[in-house]
């Protein structure tokens, strides 16, 4: 799987948008970009994915580049529930030779302020 | 809620010790995958377990082992415990056969401290 590099750690206001940045300059052409946070100890959980196209649900937006070696989270009104580790990872499907294991990085820590 | 149990939440061992940590996957969901979580590793991949057949394995030490029950569930054993084997345990489900996309489910964890 491709390596991902992120900020370690970022802050962002209440109500603001946050936009985590991710580096993925490695990423093969049918590896997916996928974003996963992690809640004080928490068991993580996932919040998106995209393989070329931008894509949004309910939680958050994911803006690839064009050439797929960058992407951003985009948290569109973080609120204090949204304090976590956002990791950014790489995979293919389960239909890969990985057969679906996530390898995380360290991730960004990202703070929301009142 | 993820769907996914883990029992127990904590478990406290002496070191030479062996341990069962057990995963109840989300109803329907065949894949089980395991992670540890240490403070100087960060979250690793342990193994993965599909259908009641082991499908990948990561950085999983020979002292420790896995199995996929037939009602699905899911078993972690730790043996001959180390210090080093202290940490944050998760379970993770995920509905794959393997065409599907990666959104995995985690359990709550469970916390083994080794003394």
């Known amino acids: 799987d491709a390596k991902t590099t992120q900020p370690t750690s970022m802050d962002c206001a209440e109500g603001r948008a946050a936009n985590l940045p991710c580096n993925h300059s490695?990423?093969?052409?049918?590896?997916?970009v996928y974003w996963y946070r992690q809640i004080h100890s928490q068991g993580p959980q996932y919040i998106i994915h995209g393989l070329k196209n931008n894509e949004t649900n309910e939680m958050a937006s994911l803006i690839i580049t064009e050439d797929r070696k960058s992407s951003t989270l985009i948290l569109p009104h973080a609120t204090l529930r949204d304090t976590a580790v956002y990791y950014c990872?790489?995979?293919?499907?389960?239909?890969?030779?990985?057969?679906?294991?996530?390898?995380f990085g360290q991730g960004t820590i990202l703070t929301v302020h009142p | 809620d993820s769907g996914v149990t883990q029992t127990p939440k904590h478990l406290i061992t002496a070191t030479g010790q062996r341990v069962t940590l057990r995963c109840s996957p989300r109803?329907?969901?065949?894949?089980v995958y395991w992670y540890q979580q240490s403070l100087d590793q960060g979250l690793q991949f342990l193994i993965q377990y599909y259908n009641g057949e082991e499908r990948a394995k990561g950085n999983i030490l020979e002292r420790f082992s896995a199995q996929q029950f037939p009602d699905l569930h899911s078993e972690l054993n730790l043996s001959s415990l180390e210090l080093g084997d202290s940490a944050l345990y998760f379970c993770?489900?995920?509905?794959?056969?393997?065409?599907?996309?990666?959104?995995?489910?985690f359990g709550p964890g469970t916390r083994l401290t080794v003394l």
């Open positions: 993770a489900s995920s509905a794959d056969p393997p065409s599907s996309y990666n959104e995995q489910f």
């Open positions: 109803s329907g969901d065949l894949s």
């Open positions: 490695t990423i093969s052409g049918n590896e997916y």
């Open positions: 990872i790489v995979s293919t499907n389960a239909g890969g030779t990985s057969y679906g294991k996530l390898t």
